[in-house]
C-alpha cells in the first residue's frame, strides 16, 4: 500500500503512545541512576588520564579501611561476594592488587600493588570531591538520596521484594 492511498497521513504517529514514556519500574530507575552516575565517574577518569573502572573503588575504599580478605571487602561495602570477587579479579588483571596468602595459608588475601598504592594517592582527593558532588546533588534534589537508598536495602534485606510480590499477587487473587 503506498503513502498515497494509506488513510493515515505520514506525519501522524501510528499510535499515540509511541511518544509518551511509560511509568518505570524501580529497576529500571535504579539502573538509569547508576548509568548515569558510572557515566559521570568514567568521564572523570578519562579526563584525569586513569585506565580504572568505577567498579574497583569499593573494594579500594574498602582496602584503604583496612579489609584484606574477599569476606572482608563484602562485609565494608554494599555489593555481594560474587561482585567483589569479579571485581578483585579484574583489577589482578589490572595489576592494581595481588592475591596473597595470609597467615596460616587457610585465608586468601588482596593487597595494593605498588601500581595501586599509586593509583590510590589520585583516587583518596578524587573521592572526597565526589562525596561534595553527591552532598550538592542531595541539595539540589531535596532529599537524602543515599539515606533513602539506604533505607531500602534494609528494608529489602529484611523482607525481599520476591516476597512482596508474593503477597501482592495473593491479595490480588483473593479480591
Known sequence: MSAASSSMSLSEP????????IQPGLGELLRYVGELVDQGAEEAYRQMKLSYRPRYTPVLRAISAGAETISEITSA??????????SVSLMVADRIVDRITLGDARKTGVRLTAK??????T???HWRVTFDAIEE???????PLRE???????????????VRLAAKSMAEATS
Not at 561495602?77 to 569479579?86: C, D, K, V, Y
Not at 546533588?137 to 532529599?143: P, T
Not at 533513602?148 to 520476591?162: D, S
Open 148 to 162: 533513602a537508598l539506604q533505607a531500602t536495602a534494609h528494608a529489602l534485606q529484611g523482607k525481599g521484594f520476591a
Open 14 to 21: 501510528a499510535h499515540d503512545t509511541m511518544n509518551r514514556k
Open 137 to 143: 546533588l542531595e541539595k539540589e534534589i531535596g532529599y
Open 123 to 125: 583516587l583518596e582527593p
Open 77 to 86: 561495602s554494599n555489593l555481594t561476594q560474587g561482585a567483589i570477587s569479579q
Open 116 to 121: 595501586g598504592r599509586k593509583l590510590m594517592q
